[in-house]
């Protein structure tokens, strides 16, 4: 007796169901390896679990470049990563343009621009890149040193600024990860200020556990700062922008108030200054007295690595991320959005926290009402500038802490204003605020690209599945 129905026929159709034939499907040439390599392919470990690659082929997602089918450098060239590095080459242009505008020279050959127009061009060169030279010798290197630590000098200064930078910078940026804008490091890092400089002077104790306490006076009392605002907001629904934001005043104003009682004043001062820290008490400067340098830098460190191991290798990273995606999707995948809010938030005011101790403990080993500087306030724009990434926020707060550090001697050299790095630092801002502006002025529009590329393969598809 035969099969009704053999292997590789269709079964017939039962009551009610429809008599059509489906319609063969156009064969359309490397369709069948996508398909299979989708098949074959594995999975891959993720911070929230196994997950499967997408079975469309890179070319199909991100398009090819001219004279290969590999997409990496399209990745490179178009991705946030190089956007960054393009606003601040943009900006450094613009602001030697600025630098050029004050210089008394360019202002003489610009008399006869059109008939010497070299002059003039010569001129604007050698304006910009005197005040840039500057810049990198006193952030850098000072070939000029007598001796080679003196000429390492400005790059130890560049790294000793950008300690607080740093910190602050990670915990603005991971408040950014999860959805937070953290507007309060700047009062974190002074109540951190204020609890580690009290332990610091207060307590007389032995070499470690000293600066041990001062630290985790420093950390706790940022977290907790951070941490009622993420309270508020989870409980209250409180604006985080505006709650931060009124801390900030909240803590200067403590500050203030505090340095003025005989808890905090240095005897015998009428100046609101704190007494010194005790020796046992202040970080160690980790290449020797000759340099400000000292152990807070590599803390800085620590704390990198300790934010991207957070983000990208723990299950309460991925829940800060989700959260910062989409709350109502976390919090309907089970997420604890209230508890996640609340413990950002305190993980990014311990964060800021470390750039309190750093200046109480590090730098001025002592308590003044600018403890603070304007940190707090620039580590918005170093999460900024470095994506929210934790390598990123780093590099950028190094980069920062070049322009602090020679700008001093750029105005000393070529008198250039200091307030030109102001102007370059908002450019960068700038500039990273508008990512499409920048592809468009270095010519790199990945969208364009990509449609053209998706209409050459669905034009190639087409021609193979007539042939």
């Given amino acids: 007796m035969t099969d009704k129905n053999p292997p590789g026929h269709p079964a017939d159709p039962g009551p009610g169901e429809s008599q059509e034939t489906p319609a063969p499907e156009a064969h359309v040439p490397g ?20 997950m499967r690659p997408s079975a469309v082929p890179v070319s199909g997602q991100s398009g090819t470049i001219p004279g290969g089918p590999d ?24 602001g030697g343009l600025l630098i050029a505008s004050t210089d008394k020279q360019v202002g003489a050959t610009a008399g006869y621009l059109f008939a010497r127009p070299g002059d003039f061009l010569s001129a604007v060169w050698s304006a910009a890149t005197r005040s840039y030279v500057a810049l990198f010798q006193g952030s850098v290197f000072n070939p000029r040193g007598a001796t080679v630590a003196g000429q390492f000098a400005p790059l130890m200064e560049t790294l000793t600024i950008a300690t607080p930078l740093i910190t602050a910078g990670l915990g603005v940026a991971l408040a950014f990860r999860a ?15 204020i609890l580690a400089s009290w332990v610091g ?20 009392g940022g977290a907790v700062w951070g941490g009622i605002v993420g309270l508020l907001k989870a409980r209250t629904g409180a604006h985080e922008v505006i709650v931060t934001i009124m801390f900030n005043y909240i803590a200067l104003y403590l500050v203030r108030y505090l ?36 152990l807070g830098f590599l803390l ?27 709350p109502q999707a976390a919090l309907t995948a089970g997420i604890n959005v209230p508890r996640a809010t609340i413990l950002v938030m305190a993980i990014a005011g311990g964060l800021a926290g470390l750039s309190g101790v750093a200046q109480v403990a590090g730098t001025e080993k002592v308590l003044t009402d600018g ?13 900024l500038l470095g994506r929210s990434t934790p390598w990123g926020t780093f590099a950028a707060g190094v980069l920062f802490g070049a322009f602090r550090a020679g700008a001093v001697q750029m105005q000393i050299q070529t008198g250039t204003p200091i307030d030109i790095v102001l102007v370059v630092q908002s450019l960068i801002v700038l500039f990273i605020a508008a990512p499409p502006l920048v592809r ?27 042939a």
Avoid at 179 to 193: D, K, P, R
Avoid at 305 to 323: D, I, P, Q, Y
């Fill in 259 to 294: 340095l003025d009682t005989p808890a905090f004043q240095r005897p015998g001062e009428t100046t609101p200054i704190s007494p010194i820290l005790d020796a046992t008490a202040v970080y160690p400067q980790i290449l020797g007295s000759q340099y400000r340098l000292h």
């Fill in 300 to 326: 800085a460190i620590a704390a990198t690595v300790f934010v991207w191991w957070l983000l990208n290798r723990s299950t309460v990273g991925f829940e800060f991320r989700a959260v910062g995606a989409n």
């Fill in 201 to 220: 002077f207060a307590l007389h104790l032995p070499l470690g556990l000293h600066l041990l306490l001062v630290l985790l006076a420093g950390v706790v």
């Fill in 371 to 383: 403890v603070a500087a304007t940190y707090g306030f620039d580590a918005i724009t170093v999460a």
């Fill in 179 to 193: 959805g937070l804008f953290n507007i309060g490091a700047q009062g974190q890092i002074i109540m951190a200020g």
């Fill in 440 to 466: 468009a002025v270095f010519g790199l529009n990945p969208r364009k690209k990509k449609a053209a590329s998706a209409g050459k393969s669905q034009k190639a598809a087409t021609t193979g599945g007539a």
């Fill in 31 to 50: 369709q069948e390896a996508a398909a299979a390599g989708a098949a074959n392919a594995t999975s891959l470990d993720t911070a929230g679990g196994a």
């Fill in 71 to 94: 997409s990496v450098l399209r990745k490179i060239f178009t991705g946030s990563g190089m956007v960054s590095v393009l606003a601040v080459l943009l900006a450094l242009i613009l």
